[in-house]
């Protein structure tokens, strides 16, 4: 069979298609390719001759190498091409990280932002999101504690503000539309936009929403408003938070379960909850606050950073990273949220075309099941497969089953609209990985109490948009008392609260 290795694709594309050759480039110094996550990301960005050249190897040993696996190599003379002429002075991607490693470190310690940037800026004259993240990353793993991270998190966008690629590709980009527009020719379809009803355009779109909210506060700001107009007005701004949401249960964990990508959901996701919290309290205060201006100034500006940040981070290492099925899995998922954008959402062709071959699917599957009428032995009886999951979907409470390997194995549809979102990817993904990092300790001290027998049972109580909300998580176990895993009840209570209320009345 005919294995032939082109050079000007990239290292993750080489190592997708012949998994073998990360070996042989580990062995040749390319030690960084067995890093989780490294290849996902800065793999994806880089070729074996520029890689070579960045690590002061000889290309011809690396191709002689490759040649001696039994690959065949085309575009050896790719790597004399000066690739390198716009990239920082530092000689390769391991001194790039450690400067960007020991700028953030300053910023912790106190450092003037204003002096690092300059320091930045001598040596750096573009950044990519992956370095960003990988930076952050890398400075977790080394023990710098996530929350110590998570606070510099805005510091750390302002250092970075005008030198990603992201924001460079998209000033040149409006160049161009703004020339087009004045001299009356239509500019082509860029190759980094995503098709209409993309989930990328959708978060995008989002972030507009969001921007435009924060401009109104800040006017109602400068004109003097009332604080009790202030807080009435963050009160009804639901966008921020189902934009957050979506975030949360549908990029973080997909980046870090599936991608090893963990600094978004070790940093960015305890910021949005942050975020979230002061919005909430100072919605729900009037005068009651005397540094109240203060705070509102801290949340917008936050807010602010963080748009930057999902632009800029965020997005471009989804897109680096995500398959076309992982985009449409996201694209499905997000109807489950309250609708952000005033237009309805346009429509992905593509992802709607795969959707109605899946339905078929699904449907001929149920048909078979339905007609071969397999029962499953029960203790007290037996079901088909298609009457269990009606049964499960049609109890009152949204049920998820963790085993006990802690991995999310089973959630119900249910009657109505959740409460708490459960996308279908996180199925057979650790569970820890769908909680944001303050709620991934108590969901870890829960699972402990309940798998080592000292509780069978713990009960959570809450109020969720208005309503009081029932959580109870219990030990689920066999015949011989095993722990087999957790089954997590959540229950509206509000129909309790108008029944008894009703009771009282009469």
Known sequence: MNRTIDLEKTVYEICSEYPETKDILDRLGFHDIMKPGILNTVGKLMTIPRGAAMRSLDLSKVVSELQAGGFEIKNAEFGSKDEDKDESAAENREDRTARLKEYVGRLSRGDDLEAVRKDFVAHFQSVDAAEIANAEQELILSGTPAAEVQRLCDVHSALFHGSTREEQIANAESAVQASAERTGEVAGKSANLQPAGHPINVFIAENNVISGWI??????????????????????????????????????????????VSGPADVMWGVDD??????????????????????????????????????????????????????????????????????????????????????????????????????????SGHMTPVQIEAVLNTIPMELSFIDNQDLNRFFNSGKEKKLFKRPDDAVDREVFSCHPPKYAAM??????????????????????????????????RDKNGDYIGTLECVQKMGFAREYFAGSIKK
Not at 231 to 257: C, M, N, Q, R, W
Not at 301 to 320: D, G, H, S, V
Not at 444 to 463: C, E, F, P
């Open 443 to 476: 969901a870890r001290q829960i699972i402990h109490y309940l798998r080592t027998g000292a509780k069978d049972s713990v009960d959570v109580w809450m109020n969720k948009h208005g309503e009081p909300v029932f959580v109870r998580y219990m030990a689920v």
């Open 215 to 260: 401009a109104e506060i800040r006017e109602l700001e400068a004109d003097g408003a009332g604080q009790n107009i202030i807080p009435a007005k963050l009160h009804g701004f639901h966008a921020l938070t189902v934009h957050y949401s979506e975030k949360g249960d549908l990029l973080y964990p997909l980046l870090k379960s599936k991608y090893h």
């Open 274 to 379: 942050e975020i979230r919290d002061e919005l909430k309290v100072l919605a729900d205060v009037n005068n009651t606050l005397p540094n109240f201006t203060e705070r509102l100034d801290r949340l917008l500006t936050r807010a602010e950073e963080m748009i930057y940040k999902e632009n800029n981070i965020l997005f471009p290492l989804c897109t680096q990273n995500f398959s076309e099925t992982d985009w449409m899995h996201i694209y499905y998922e997000l109807s489950a949220y309250d609708r952000i954008l005033s237009d309805e959402r346009p429509i992905w062709d593509a992802a709607e075309k795969r959707r109605g071959e899946s339905q078929e699917r699904c449907s001929k599957e149920m048909k078979l099941t339905t007609e071969e009428g397999r029962f499953i032995p029960l203790n």
